[in-house]
């Protein structure tokens, strides 16, 4: 049972270790795409919510290194990506290719089997139409590929600067390339953080557990933290530690009860 329990204890931290070090590597190489990459995260947790489901380790490790790719592609072609705007026909061949050597880079570790499922069919269109021969279609493909799939058209086109409302009909109107069910519980996550409305404060207000909604940017226009990040004390330490007037202000975020709670408080104590 000691040696059982050693070998999965020896299995769990390699497997950590391994997924820590790719998503630190996509972070210091990749800025752009790392910033993607927690976009998407955001997205698949706030549609685990809107399912009453958790968010499975492999869907979250999906969405995290679904861009790892990207470290393969021109910078111009990243900025592209990352802003959503329309690619040449070179650029969209070389997209095409992402999830390939995503796989590619994944292969060789062990226990991500689920994680490369979904990375693999996460183009596959619901209806089965255009897909390859024999693959799976409809609620054969994994859940964790359908969310991928969903969430990285929304975020294409959010990107783009499209309306959240635009955004959804736009994803509604593409029959059969998304999970109905997905999608309408997408549309209704959406419209309700929509409805709770968003807040432009300055630096000093920003709290632990707020969203940042839009990239937070320095005055010379150099992308200092991408936005959809979750503020942490140490992402806020770090920004408050920069030269004064350095951080262009206010900041676009997205405040949870507690954190507009705790903003309040340092509010009404100043």
Known sequence: HRLITAERELLEKT???SIKALIEI???SNPLAFGRAMRLKQHA????VGLGVPLSWQIEVATMLSQIGCVTLPAATNEKLYYGKPLNSDEVELTQRLPALSLQLLES?????SVRAILEAQAYNFDGSGNPPKSPQGESIPLGA???KLVIGYDTL?????D????IGSLQSRKGRYDPKLLDTWARVKNKAASQGLSEIPLASVRPGMFLVQDVLSTTGLLLVARGHEV?????????NLAAGSVREPLVVFAPVEAKRDASKTRSAV
């Open 109 to 113: 570790i062990p226990r991500l089997e």
């Open 164 to 167: 959240t409302a635009v955004a």
């Open 45 to 48: 947790s706030q549609l685990s």
């Open 26 to 28: 996509l972070s210091l």
């Open 158 to 162: 959010e990107a783009a600067g499209i």
């Open 232 to 240: 942490s004390p140490g992402l806020l330490y770090r920004l408050r």
């Open 146 to 148: 359908r969310v991928l």
């Open 15 to 17: 497997l950590r270790g």
